[in-house]
């Protein structure tokens, strides 16, 4: 939302309030993805990392905004986040290749149907990802 504060028109404004739609895709869909990637025991651990680098982001960014506005006015303020993007979205694609190999394993661990006895005598059935 802090696009918000770059607007002076109504169609800037319209801009700024689209994005939001974004963080909250942004926030809806982290919870399960961290639950994809992160191991059964670690969930906690995976959901703190999150909340951490969160928070660094809410310090960081209007630190960064202001440094940028103030040396170099709005070309460079909007050159910061759009560098800042780009490179959030690189930064990504590792994530992608690994929920796709992911997926690519269970679904051929399911294609098996295979089981593994259990201490106890009884069946075990690989967990889903």
Do not use: K
């Amino acid at each position: 939302m802090s696009t918000a504060g770059f607007a002076s028109t109504t169609v800037g404004y319209s801009l700024a309030a689209a994005a939001v739609t974004g963080e909250v895709l942004l926030f809806s869909t982290a919870s399960d993805l961290i639950n994809r990637i992160s191991p059964d025991g670690a969930r906690g651990l995976y959901a703190g990392v999150w909340g951490t680098q969160l928070a660094m982001a809410v310090i960081t960014a209007p630190l960064l905004a202001s440094w940028a506005i103030e040396t170099g006015g709005d070309l460079l303020a909007a050159a910061a986040v759009l560098t800042a993007g780009l490179l959030g979205a690189a930064l990504c694609l590792p994530l992608r290749a690994l929920l796709h190999g992911l997926e690519r394993i269970a679904a051929s661990i399911r294609s098996c149907s295979w089981t593994a006895p259990h201490r106890r005598g009884r069946p075990r059935t690989l967990p889903d990802f």
